[in-house]
């Protein structure tokens, strides 16, 4: 699995009522790079996440992106079985437009 996470970001200053602002603006930058919101849950094993799977119009492969409040985390993965060209191609420039919008810096966790 592929894993690029905001580190350092100001997402641990946000109040628990303005979750929905920050999902909202992740969902702007998806929208930003062309892409389509295929999927929103929550991950059972982190409660109170936000989790987009996210794909190109008319290609295969997902990119995930999961925004925890509780911890202030921010990630974007690729597993292994849904890498394709596209995704891995946007994976560390949506990393750094996150960055732009909430401070930080990407760090590479997996590969």
Do not use: C
């Amino acid at each position: 699995m592929l894993t690029y996470e905001i580190k350092d970001s100001q997402l641990d200053r946000v109040k628990p009522m303005d979750k929905d602002m920050v999902s909202e603006e992740i969902e702007r930058i998806i929208f930003e790079f062309e892409l389509l919101i295929s999927q929103k849950t929550t991950l059972s094993t982190k409660k109170g996440s936000v989790h987009w799977h996210v794909k190109k119009p008319d290609e295969k492969g997902v990119l995930e992106i999961t925004y925890w409040p509780k911890t202030a985390r921010l990630w974007i993965d690729i597993h292994n079985n849904r890498q394709k060209d596209w995704n891995l191609a946007i994976i560390k420039p949506i990393a750094d437009r996150f960055t732009k919008e909430f401070g930080g810096r990407v760090e590479h966790i997996s590969e």
